[in-house]
Nanobody, 122 residues
Framework: QVQLVESGGGLVQAGGSLRLSCAAS????????MGWFRQAPGKEREFVGA????????YYADSVKGRFTISRDNAKNTVYLQMNSLKPEDTAVYYC???????????????WGQGTQVTVSS
């Protein structure tokens, strides 16, 4: 079992930056690939990015590539999502998720955090 808690969301103006954190507890964090997803009102949950258990591989949705960066610190049991050049269309609840293999599909992830709201004003 893995428990995930996101933090770092908030209100930011377009062009600004935020860094989300996802702290994990429970079973060995370094064994898990981590993903970030987001869900805007009235829309399906969508993939944002993912990072392998070692941090050696990262994957991004085209909509955030070049603006968002995923990293992890296995010593701190934490994964991060650095978001730069934010746009109003990035407004959503952001979720982190954990799974034993790296995937771009939300259906593959077994463990989820409660989400953190990110609002980007124009």
């Amino acid at each position: 079992q893995v428990q995930l808690v996101e933090s770092g969301g908030g209100l930011v103006q377009a062009g600004g930056s935020l860094r989300l954190s996802c702290a994990a507890s429970g079973r060995t964090f370094s064994s898990y690939a981590m993903g970030w997803f987001r869900q805007a009102p009235g829309k399906e949950r969508e993939f944002v990015g993912a990072i392998s258990w070692s941090g050696g591989s990262t994957y991004y949705a085209d909509s955030v590539k070049g603006r968002f960066t995923i990293s992890r610190d296995n010593a701190k049991n934490t994964v991060y999502l650095q978001m730069n050049s934010l746009k109003p269309e990035d407004t959503a609840v952001y979720y982190c998720a954990a799974d034993t293999s790296t995937s771009l599909s939300a259906y593959e992830y077994d463990y989820w955090g409660q989400g953190t709201q990110v609002t980007v004003s124009s």
